[in-house]
């Protein structure tokens, strides 16, 4: 089978609307892979904190890229968890998530991870989370949809998963956070954070994540049907 040939669900949206959750799930219950591409803009932040190079330092970045040894713990209680060069680093912490939509805005960085998110389609089919799956990274993806949550309902949802990770936040300061990060990821230049024209928009403000997957599932279901 071609790469072409693998079928590809793309789940974009910002943060905190249960993309991760639902995209996993839906993955396991397929029998595909799963790309959190997130995970990549936010490793690659942590390899440039610690090598002290500036989120602005555009080639340097995108050469950084062509480096990064990521790899991420299969089955098992670690499940998820991202290896750096072999070692298990977090990257869920906010330091991250901002560094990461800060280098996001560089073509240069973007263009160097388009290659390295594109080698995760593999058979049987692949679900890919994150903000440019559908309209960029895999513009022939069978299924997009957009996932959208009020900001509100975000800041909270990501205040929750914090306190599970022992993880003091102020709800305020989160709230600001979220808005900041959404502007970033939306006003950039380069594969800004939208919904494909031919995404189908879910808003999940007030839905459990157990009720966004049925409505995920019986979108493919019916799309696999006319396929
Ligand atoms: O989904 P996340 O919160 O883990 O993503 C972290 C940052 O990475 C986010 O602020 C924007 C950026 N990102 C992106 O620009 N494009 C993607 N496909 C995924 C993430």
């Given at each position: 089978m071609s790469a072409a040939a693998v079928p590809v669900i793309a789940l974009d949206g910002p943060g905190?609307?249960?993309k991760g959750t639902v995209g996993l799930q839906l993955a396991q219950r397929l029998g595909w892979h799963f790309l959190d591409s997130g995970m990549l803009y936010r490793a690659l932040a942590l390899q440039a904190l610690r090598q002290g190079l500036a989120m602005t330092a555009e080639a340097a970045l995108a050469a950084l890229v062509e480096t990064l040894e990521l790899d991420f713990?299969?089955?098992g209680p670690m499940a998820g968890r991202a290896l750096l060069a072999g070692e298990a680093v977090e990257l869920r912490s906010e330091s991250c998530a901002t560094a990461a939509s800060r280098l996001a805005v560089l073509p240069q960085?973007?263009?160097?991870?388009?290659v390295r998110q594109q080698a995760y389609r593999h058979p049987p089919g692949l679900v890919a989370d994150g903000r440019d799956m559908g309209s960029v990274?895999?513009?022939d993806a069978r299924l997009k949809i957009f996932l959208t949550a009020t900001p509100e309902e975000r800041a909270r949802r990501r205040f929750r998963?914090?306190?599970n990770m022992g993880i003091a936040a102020r709800l305020s300061d989160l709230i600001e956070a979220v808005n900041q990060r959404d502007a970033r990821d939306r006003d950039r230049a380069q594969s800004p954070m939208q919904s494909a024209l031919d995404a189908v928009v879910i808003d999940t403000t007030g839905l459990s994540r157990a009720a966004v997957l049925r409505r995920v599932v019986t979108l493919?279901?019916?799309r696999a049907c006319v396929l």
């Open positions: 905190g609307t249960g713990v299969r089955p960085v973007r263009q160097a991870l388009l990274v895999f513009p998963q914090l306190e493919w279901e019916r």
